[in-house]
T-cell receptor, first 114, second 114 residues
Framework: GNSVTQMEGPVTLSEEAFLTINCTYT??????LFWYVQYPGEGLQLLLK?????DKGSNKGFEATYRKETTSFHLEKGSVQVSDSAVYFC?????????????FGKGTHLIIQP | KAGVTQTPRYLIKTRGQQVTLSCSPI?????VSWYQQTPGQGLQFLFE???????NKGNFPGRFSGRQFSNSRSEMNVSTLELGDSALYLC?????????????FGAGTRLSVL
């Protein structure tokens, strides 16, 4: 079956530090990949996506590249802000694998200190 | 365009009761999916409805059921509540066409079972 693995954290960084959150996946078919962010007390917001190999998704200074050869979709940001503190979820949608909704990682709790 | 709306935001029930949660998708979206989020299990797919038909179902007992109406609004029902059903229940909608794999989430209904 499908699965997503990501570091759970918490990950604590200082403001303006470089961020990397690792995400690797296994999938039956050829999935689309996503990063969602969840702020306290809220639902999930789509942060960025990539639908095929070597695609780079980007939004709000965050980037992730779909690496089929390493089955990875690591999230990066060059300079984090306190407002980036949230839980980040890596997810995949595999329409060839039975389309059982999105498969999520456990989430990475990111804390940015001023 | 209004986002995904879930009602109510909070619910408190006792064991053995049943509960109904409601989700109004983004206008024009025909697919509604439901997810359960708990600290232990993370985000898990419950089921998806498309044009009033259940398309996919996750690995949950029959106490969890849903339906979709002709206006695409969806309800989820949980019967004979157990303590372990305490969770944040998230609804997501997608268009079913074009960028069909992108799901947009509501803020969730937080259910507490006492």
């Amino acid at each position: 079956g499908n699965s997503v693995t990501q570091m759970e954290g918490p990950v604590t960084l200082s403001e303006e530090a470089f961020l990397t959150i690792n995400c690797t996946y296994t999938a039956t078919g050829y999935p689309s990949l996503f990063w969602y962010v969840q702020y306290p007390g809220e639902g999930l917001q789509l942060l960025l996506k990539a639908t095929k190999a070597d695609d780079k998704g980007s939004n709000k200074g965050f980037e992730a590249t779909y690496r089929k050869e390493t089955t990875s979709f690591h999230l990066e940001k060059g300079s984090v802000q306190v407002s980036d503190s949230a839980v980040y979820f890596c997810a995949l949608y595999d329409s060839g694998g039975g389309a059982d909704g999105l498969t999520f990682g456990k989430g990475t709790h990111l804390i940015i200190q001023p | 365009k209004a986002g995904v709306t879930q009602t109510p935001r909070y619910l408190i029930k006792t064991r053995g009761q049943q509960v109904t949660l409601s989700c109004s998708p983004i206008s024009g979206h025909r697919s509604v999916s439901w997810y359960q989020q708990t600290p232990g299990q993370g985000l898990q797919f419950l089921f998806e409805y498309f044009s009033e038909t259940q398309r996919n179902k996750g690995n949950f007992p029959g106490r969890f059921s849903g339906r979709q109406f002709s206006n695409s609004r969806s309800e989820m029902n949980v019967s004979t509540l157990e303590l372990g059903d305490s969770a944040l229940y998230l609804c997501a909608s997608r268009s079913g066409a074009g960028e069909k794999n992108i799901q947009y989430f509501g803020a969730g209904t937080r259910l507490s079972v006492l």
